[in-house]
């Protein structure tokens, strides 16, 4: 199969997955927002918030590290999955200890307790996470049933058992069976197609210079959760449970469309660590990232500001009217998201993580110090500031890295056929503004932006088709 098929075909997977899997979570917070009431789906939101956290001190960077070295090395995968899968649960064992001790001693109410306890059989779950097998061996299928079946077992648990604010504390726990009953079928998959790995494959030595690698991209996964969850813990201390539960009803449906570039970037990434020693095959990735990406965050985040009251509203009732604004402004971080996801994921899979942590560090620590500092001060206001700043910081900053620290002779980067997109994005808004009905609106904005942005990217969308050949042996 040629690459152009390949990459493809697992979009394509990716899509399909990402979509099932995000209409059922839609339906999952919808359905929990409205049974726990706000403030009890704030409670749950914080503390997902926590647990965001802790798994990523479980992963400590070996997902990525794993479908990257499985793509470059596939004849040594049974020791990766073996080397990653124990590392991971060692950790996660400990943690659980560590924390289950802590939370008893916390002065909390007891249902928080039992909340906040759920989180450790999500963590034990998550250590057994297969994707990074799957992405490695670039069969996507196995990534779209992964999303598909951990959020289908977890809608059937809400509907079946949580029905009121008083099934706050049973939310974690369900959580985690439903992850444990999707890893189990992954694996009887792998199994099948690779062949499981066996105890001689279990490495001690490996580890070290295994986690050397690894902690930077911990260490940059971590400052990427920074900026997505930090605003909503500020929130939580500072401004109470109810605007928490507000402010993650509007990202949780910007969320949905993020997940969007990270379906991008899982599909781009292992062929990026293939190709990364090819200067030439890099620049084509370049054009090929920009295409794709500044055409979905922008036909995103336009078309979503024409319905956004609509949406909301229809999805969570008057209760969450006022994170109609919220949501308006989170969408200038879609299109953020999807622009800065074209250089961290080139910095990322070219082996190039150290240049990447300080990336997403620099944008990771203006978020915090803002936060800390504006939100007590400007209240919601001042996150929305936060994370936008921050996104800026981080999207800047990885453009450069790239551009002088890894490609210096790069052909596809056009600072000025980037602004011209951006000014098309904006003029198209305005003109479209005066429509009043949302939905005609949000079609013709659609519709529109997708046929100048053809038109004005023509010779490029022709190199990058042309550029791919069916045998995979070269690209341009």
């Not at 409205?34 to 939101?45: M, Q, V």
């Not at 802790?54 to 020791?79: P, S």
């Not at 920009?290 to 009251?309: K, N, R």
């Amino acid at each position: 199969m040629g690459e152009r098929d390949r990459i493809f075909r697992n979009f394509i997977f990716l899509l399909i997955g990402g979509i099932i899997a995000s209409l059922v979570e839609f339906a999952i917070e919808i359905m929990l927002a409205r049974r726990l009431s706000d403030t009890g789906y704030g409670h749950w939101s914080y503390a997902q918030s926590v647990f965001i956290y802790l798994i990523l001190i479980v992963d400590i960077g070996l997902a990525v590290y794993g479908a990257r070295e499985i793509a470059r090395c596939r004849e040594q995968i049974n020791r990766f999955i073996a080397n990653i899968v124990v590392v991971r649960t060692l950790v996660a064992v400990i943690l659980s200890a560590v924390l289950f001790i802590y939370v008893l001693r916390l002065g909390i109410p007891a249902h928080l307790k039992t909340l906040y306890m759920g989180g450790f059989s999500i963590l034990l779950a998550l250590a057994f996470n297969p994707e990074f097998v799957f992405q490695g061996i670039e069969r996507m299928v196995g990534i779209a049933l992964w999303r598909i079946l951990n959020y289908v077992f977890f809608f059937i648990l809400v509907l079946l058992i949580v029905h009121r604010p008083d099934d706050l504390q049973r939310v974690s726990w369900l959580r985690g069976i439903s992850y444990i009953g999707a890893v189990l079928i992954l694996w009887l998959i792998i199994a099948k197609i690779t062949g499981l790995p066996r105890f001689g494959d279990i490495a001690v030595n490996s580890w070290l210079p295994m986690l050397k690698v690894s902690v930077f991209i911990a260490a940059s996964t971590l400052i990427v959760n920074v900026y997505f969850t930090f605003d909503t813990l500020v929130i939580g201390k500072f401004l109470g449970a109810q605007q928490v539960g507000w402010y993650s009803a509007a990202y949780k449906v910007v969320g949905q469309f993020l997940g969007l570039a990270i379906m991008v970037q899982v599909v781009f990434g292992p062929v990026i660590s293939r190709w990364r020693d090819n200067a030439s095959k890099l620049d084509w990735l370049t054009s090929a990232l920009q295409v794709v990406m500044l055409y979905l965050g922008g036909l995103i985040a336009g078309g979503l500001y024409f319905i956004s009251d609509v949406l909301i509203i229809r999805l969570y009732g008057q209760e969450f009217l006022q994170s109609v604004f919220i949501f308006k402004v989170l969408l200038i971080v879609i299109f953020l998201f999807f622009y800065q996801t074209i250089y961290t994921t080139l910095l990322l899979y070219s082996g190039k993580e150290r240049l990447y942590l300080w990336s997403m560090s620099a944008g990771g620590m203006v978020n915090l110090v803002l936060n800390l500092i504006i939100v007590p001060i400007w209240g919601m206001i001042g996150a929305l500031a936060a994370t936008l700043f921050s996104h800026l910081v981080i999207a800047g900053i990885a453009f450069l890295f790239y551009r002088y620290r890894v490609q210096k002779e790069l052909h596809h980067i056009h600072v000025l056929g980037i602004s011209m997109k951006m000014i098309l994005f904006f003029v198209m808004l305005v003109i479209v503004s005066f429509i009043n009905n949302a939905y005609f609106a949000c079609i013709l904005f659609c519709a529109g932006f997708t046929i100048l942005y053809i038109l004005m990217n023509l010779k490029k969308i022709s190199t990058v088709f042309n550029g791919l050949v069916t045998n995979g042996e070269r690209l341009i």
